[in-house]
Each structure stands twice: as structure tokens, then as C-alpha cells.
């Protein structure tokens, strides 16, 4: 049996993490299952390093893959970010519980009757939206791309600019998998009370540099609440540091969602043993990723008669009409 370390804690700063990525590398993995591609970043300047393939799970890590990591990456990599199972269940049905756990916790506020700012609308933040609208909230939606901002039209949200949205939101939540999302000079904008908070991997979604540094005062009110006071007189909290709400202020996503995304990860890899064919670029998944262990433990079945039935072509025939 492999030998298993923990090397990450909650209460992290960024330097611990950065300490713990060279702990994992020093081990020198074969695999690496990762999560904002730092593992796979640490791999691309080293020599030795053996590593042969990877996982990344988040949009974050993916948008990294495709940009600063791109044509750099020695070993194939499965993007699990991009598996319908990822994307239907983790993402659409997972996300927007857990952050809401995190407001809820962090707050100790209502949900109901307040107007939140979702910046992005991918599988993310269309869970995210749909939940708080679930529980009363009217609900903003900031989203670039044209496609995903028709959707959230047509499923009744209000669709606007970034620069509309922080004067009408009581609450902004950026779920982009982006950095600046959410800007300081955006700061003398938010109403009076404003509460911003990140659900992005990073924390760098919201500027919270740049808030402090427009800011008068600031001092922690809750656990997970930072007040700032801008010169303007209003006041604007800040959840969990600007780090991932529904990790920082709660516990994640719920065990079930997370089965599937471990299982999905583990399959990739023994996919990848299994295999030598994946060649050194990014893979969107690993082949014939169904959930069948969760669906024999969930009480669920799938119908297979319909997979046995290959219809053939359909001859049709017509009647003659009647002669005479």
C-alpha cells in the first residue's frame, strides 16, 4: 500500500501552501492529482522530475493550463474540470449549497429579500444563482460571454455590467476562475453595507489589495468578516479574506458530491496506468467516466433495454389505393 501525507491545513497562509507544493514534489510523485495547477507549475522548470501524468480539477487550474502553462507541460493531463460529471454534479449541483452554507455562517444573515451580484455564469455560478434564488434573493448576474448571459436572461435573472451591478448588489460573489473580477476602483460604487465574497480557487478574484488601500479603517468584526470603511463614509465587509467562501467559512461541498469527484480522479489515473496511449497535452477527460459506483449505492439504476435496442432502418410502405 502507497504511503498517504497530508500535507495542507485549513488555517494556510499562502507561503505554508507554497511550502507544502515542494514538500508533495519533493516525495517525487509519479501522479499528481491537483487543484489550481500548482503541482503542475512546479513540475515545469524541474529536471527530474518524474512525473508521468495529472489531474486538475478546477476552472481556475484549467484557464492556467491553457495559458501561462500552455505547449509547457511534459505529461498528459486530464482536466476533470471539463467532465460532464464535474460539471453537472460537483460544479451545477454541489457549488451553490456550499457557498450558501459559507454566507450563512459567515453572516449569520438572511438570504431572503437581498439582491446578490453573481460575477460569472458558468456551471458555477449558474448553481450559485439558481440556489440564492431558491431562497428568496434577487439575484444580478455579471457574465461576459454572450451565450451564458442569454441563459441567465432567459432563465429570469437581470443581466448587467460589473460597473451596474456593485450599485444595486447588498452582496457580490465572483465566481469566474479569474483574477480582477472585482476591482478597488469599483470599491466607491457598492452601497452602503456591501458584502463581497469569493468563491473562485484563488483569492485574487477580488482585489484586496487595492481595497485597503482605498480604505480608511479596517478591523475584523466576525471570524470571517472584515470590515473597511472607504472615504466616502460607507462601509463594505469582506468575507473570509476573499478566499474560497464555501471552504474558508464552511466545509465544502457535501460528501456525496465529493465521491464523485475523487472517484472521477482516481479513474483518470488507473485510466492512465492502464494506458500509455495519452500524449502530452491536455485531455478532457478519462475515457467512459460514467458514475457507476454511486449509482449502485444512491438505490438509482439505469435502463439498459434501450442500450440493447439498435434500431435498424424503417421500411415504410404504402398502401395502394383500391382499384376497380
Known sequence: MPETKACESKTDTIED???????????????????GADLIAATVPATSSRVVAA????????????GELAGRIPFPVI?????????????EHGIGRAVVDGFL??????????????VGFGSCGRSLARTLRALGASVIVVERDPVRALEAAFEGMRVTSI????????????????PDALTADLMTSLRDGA???NVGHFSTEIDVAGIERVAVSRREIRGDVTEFVLENGRTVYLLARGE?????AANGHQIQIMDLGFAHQAHSMRARARSGCLHPRLQPRA????????????????DRRAEQLVPGPRKFHRKRPPTG
Open 17 to 35: 501552501h507554497h511550502g507544502h507544493v515542494e514538500r508533495v514534489l519533493a516525495s517525487t510523485p509519479d501522479l499528481l492529482l491537483d487543484n
Open 195 to 197: 458584502v463581497l465574497a
Open 244 to 248: 474560497m467562501l464555501n471552504l474558508a
Open 105 to 118: 455562517r459567515a453572516t449569520n444573515s438572511l438570504i431572503a429579500a437581498k439582491t446578490f451580484a453573481v
Open 163 to 178: 460597473d451596474r451591478a456593485v450599485e444595486l448588489a447588498d452582496a457580490l460573489i465572483t465566481v469566474t476562475g479569474r
Open 55 to 66: 489531474t486538475e480539477d478546477t476552472t481556475s487550474g484549467r484557464h492556467r493550463l491553457l
Open 79 to 91: 482536466v476533470v474540470n471539463d467532465s460532464p460529471i464535474k460539471l453537472k454534479f460537483e460544479n
Open 287 to 302: 475515457a467512459g467516466d460514467r458514475p457507476r459506483s454511486r449509482r449502485g449505492r444512491s438505490g438509482h439504476a439505469i
